[in-house]
């Protein structure tokens, strides 16, 4: 069983910067997958980054390229995702997720079988 819970979300202003944490519980794989996606209310889950359990590879979105960025520690059983030189439309709610399954770096949500409980993160302007 895996269990994915996220911390480090709040209210920042425009052009700062938020750490994002995932705690991971579970078993994980070297070509275990975990992303972190976002959602605003009336809108489907955005992909923004995804990274091999084993570190490495790692996939982003364009919309958040260059400003964002996914990390993890295994020691600690956690990924991390940066955020740099944040922007009013990246208010949403943050959420951690993950797949032990191998394959691709995938964006879809269907890919990831598990999700933690999400983190608000708030920009203002």
């Known amino acids: 069983q895996v269990q994915l819970a996220e911390s480090g979300g709040g209210l920042v202003q425009a052009g700062g910067s938020l750490r994002l944490s995932c705690a991971a519980r579970?078993?994980?794989?070297?070509?275990?997958?975990m992303a972190w996606f976002r959602q605003t209310p009336g809108k489907e889950r955005e992909f923004l980054a995804a990274?091999?359990?084993?570190?490495?590879?790692?996939l982003y979105a364009d919309s958040v390229k260059g400003r964002f960025a996914i990390s993890r520690d295994n020691t600690r059983n956690r990924v991390y995702l940066q955020m740099n030189s944040l922007k009013p439309e990246d208010t949403a709610v943050y959420y951690c997720?993950?797949?032990?399954?191998?394959?691709?770096?995938?964006?879809?949500?269907?890919?990831?079988?598990?999700w933690g409980q999400g983190t608000q993160v708030t920009v203002s302007s």
């Open positions: 990274i091999r359990w084993s570190g490495g590879t790692t």
């Open positions: 579970g078993v994980f794989f070297e070509y275990s997958r």
């Open positions: 997720a993950a797949t032990v399954i191998g394959g691709s770096l995938t964006t879809g949500p269907d890919d990831y079988r598990y």
